[in-house]
């Protein structure tokens, strides 16, 4: 089991830049999601670290070696691919044998290998099937397997639940973490879907455009996010962002929205220009004593809440509010922000500006 | 009643189709099968006009296709009685064996030729087409352009630059001579081809593979040989096709020690005096290795022909 780090990672296609400088440490034993849309350079960064692809420039360490131009073979990594791979013209004991034999390991001890890998599993009655017949599930499973049978140093895992229907991903997403935590050993975990992210990731890397854009635990990046486009990425619905113009001083502890002055977490920067309010839509609230106004255009019944999209001076908003309060549709109502949870954005640069809330975060990353 | 259905066709056209398929193979193989009997008819029964369909079957043509015979005076016969069915056979025309024909040797040399360039244009196409597929290679699609362009012109064009460089290099009427043209001419075909079947195969075997601990070169033939088999297979029965029933070079660049099968079979007619039946039977025993080859591979021809088609 292992540390990795990577360090100022590039990687090009010719002109094309995948990942520009891109640094960030993953801790021993951490569950570890690479988080992103596609094309931002994730899986590239997941191939470098598996040898895969070789980095142009950078550094890779694990477990304190520097690794990064070495065959994947000798960087003792396994790999789960997203189309799972498992080597056709073989049955299950073979797939699962075959990174022990390459090792040279004595058949015996192979065969007793394979089967304790199985029983984890729970896949020992098709050990002797054809692979072609599998089931999304188990075809997951003995990739997982054959992943797990060498107790390599850190598993790197290519969107494995991307080719299972919606209902089994669930399932096999508790199964992953449940495996993880019972074997402890480093996961570098890459997707495209921010609920799978924040509900099996101990951290989280989100990249956009070839470049990390922030890097965290899921709630630092849910709750303080570093950039308009984490803030946008994250949360279902995302992030509202009210853009208005003007300026903020540092210290400033509120903001000018339409006439009305709105609490913030007290700044530790002053910007002006193009700003963004941002918001998240728990933390708006319908109340009539509220001074900023919306117009109710839509609401969503999701069960317990309800999403509500609202019209406002500084753009449409959407606010997620108990089921039980009511919202006619053309109303208009009083909206109250969580001042503790807003983040401030300077619209130009796409970044946040720094805050009581968020200083700390900011400051790593 | 009758029921519409989109995948299943109807009875009458099922029946409408296998009649046509019939119908085709009727006509095609007929003159296999007109050449394969012609092999057992006497040269009388060949020449007959109207044409015998039923006839007495006689091994004539087979034992004039394998032996020389010369013929003899009624004295010699007298006191030489004939010896086994063979000596039997051509004693009815005067005629005694004298010994082995060169049809055996030559029909060697077609094997030797046909499965040698079949073996190599196999084994450089795969390695080559494995790269083009798998690996960054300057100018691939110019070097594939010019790999194909070999096959732009009929081969015969270039016959007798071949012919003088051939004399040169000392390797007219050698099987190794006749192995590397037939490759020559073969191996844009096997680059092409295999190619295309590599390409179909993920990547991410192979990566699977590195990961597990293998070099590139085992993960090449323990991952994606065996997955590429069906296409080799189809693309061997082509090359081997083409190297066994090639007539203009072998004619040209062989006269003795490598001469093939093709242009040995028809100096038989010049023999003995318009001799169909060996002719014929020389024809049905040239047939018979790619029909076993093609049948042996059958199966991964027709997957190997309609691969990529269907799958995903």
């Known amino acids: 089991m292992a540390e990795i780090v990577i360090k100022n990672v590039r990687k090009e296609f010719g002109d094309f830049v995948a990942v520009k400088e891109s640094s960030f440490t993953i801790e021993d034993g951490e569950f570890f999601m690479l988080l992103g849309p596609s094309g931002c350079g994730k899986t590239t960064t997941l191939r470098m670290i598996a040898g895969l692809e070789l980095p142009t420039s950078g550094e890779i360490y694990l477990d304190g070696e520097e690794i990064s131009q070495r065959p994947p073979s000798e960087r003792d990594i396994a790999f789960v691919f997203q189309m799972f791979a498992l080597y056709p013209h073989m049955n299950v004991r073979r797939n699962l044998s075959y990174p022990l034999v390459s090792q040279g390991m004595p058949r015996r001890q192979v065969k007793a290998k394979v089967e304790e890998v199985a029983a984890i599993l729970g896949i020992t009655d098709i050990l002797n099937r054809p692979v072609g017949g599998l089931s999304g599930g188990d075809r997951q499973r003995v990739a997982l397997g054959r992943a797990i049978v060498r107790d390599p140093k850190a598993f790197m895992m290519d969107e494995p639940l991307g080719a299972l229907d919606a209902e089994f991903r669930e399932h096999m997403a508790e199964e992953l973490r449940a495996l993880h935590d019972r074997m402890g050993a480093t996961t570098v975990y890459v997707t495209h879907d921010q609920l799978e992210a924040m509900q099996m990731g101990d951290k989280i890397v989100v990249m956009n455009n070839a470049v990390v854009e922030q890097f965290g635990t899921p709630q630092e990046i849910y709750d303080k996010p570093a950039s308009m486009f984490v803030a946008d990425f994250i949360g279902s619905p995302s992030m509202n962002f009210l853009r208005f113009e003007g300026v903020v001083a540092e210290a400033a502890q509120s903001v000018n929205l339409a006439g009305q002055a709105i609490g913030v977490p007290r700044l530790r920067q002053g910007a002006s220009g193009h700003l963004v309010f941002g918001v998240r839509p728990e933390h708006v609230t319908l109340s009539d004593t509220g001074g900023y106004r919306g117009e109710v255009l839509a609401s969503e019944y999701l069960g317990t809440t309800q999403i509500i999209t609202l019209d406002t001076p500084n753009g449409d908003l959407k606010a997620r509010i108990d089921s039980t309060q009511t919202a006619k549709v053309g109303e208009k109502v009083g909206l109250s922000f969580q001042a503790p949870k807003v983040t401030l954005f300077d619209e130009a640069t796409g970044k946040a500006l720094r805050s009581e809330l968020n200083h700390e975060v900011l400051a790593h990353g | 009643m009758s029921s519409f259905s989109v995948t299943e066709p109807s009875k009458r056209s099922k029946w409408f189709a296998g009649t046509l398929v019939i119908l085709y193979a009727l006509i095609t193989m007929i003159p296999l099968a007109w050449i394969m009997l012609t092999g057992f008819k006497s040269p009388a029964d060949a020449i007959s006009y109207p044409p015998k369909v039923i ?72 390695l080559a087409a494995y790269a083009f597929s798998r690996f960054k290679i300057p100018l691939a699609d110019d070097l594939l352009f010019f790999i194909l362009s070999t096959r732009m012109m009929p081969p015969i064009a270039v016959a007798i630059p071949i012919f003088l460089m051939y004399r040169q290099l000392g390797l007219s009427d050698t099987h190794l001579g006749m192995i590397l043209l037939y490759t020559a001419v073969n191996i844009s075909l096997a680059v092409w081809l295999l190619k295309g079947f590599i390409d179909e195969i ?25 997955q590429a088999a069906t296409g080799i297979a189809s693309t061997a029965i082509f090359c081997l096709i083409f190297a066994w029933n090639e007539y203009a070079f072998a004619v040209l660049l062989t006269s003795g020690t490598a001469q093939t099968a093709p242009p040995f079979i028809p100096t038989i007619i010049g023999v003995g005096g318009l001799d169909w039946p060996a002719v014929a039977a020389g024809a049905t025993i040239f047939l018979l290795p790619v029909m076993i080859f093609t049948i042996l591979l059958r199966k991964n021809l027709l997957r190997g022909i309609t691969f990529g088609a269907v799958r995903k």
């Open chain 2, 55 to 126: 006839f007495e079957p006689t091994l004539e043509g087979y034992v004039n296709l394998f032996t020389q015979r010369t013929r003899q005076t009624e004295d010699f016969l007298a006191n030489n009685p004939p010896e086994n069915w063979r000596d039997e056979i051509v004693r009815q025309y005067d005629m005694v064996i004298v010994g082995p024909s060169k049809f055996g040797e030559r029909f060697l040399n077609s094997v030797i030729i046909g499965f040698g360039s079949t073996f190599l244009s196999i084994f450089l196409g795969t």
């Open chain 2, 202 to 226: 993920p990547r991410e075997y192979e990566e699977a593979a590195l990961i597990d601990g293998y070099t590139r070169f085992q993960a090449f033939y323990k991952v994606v040989l065996p």
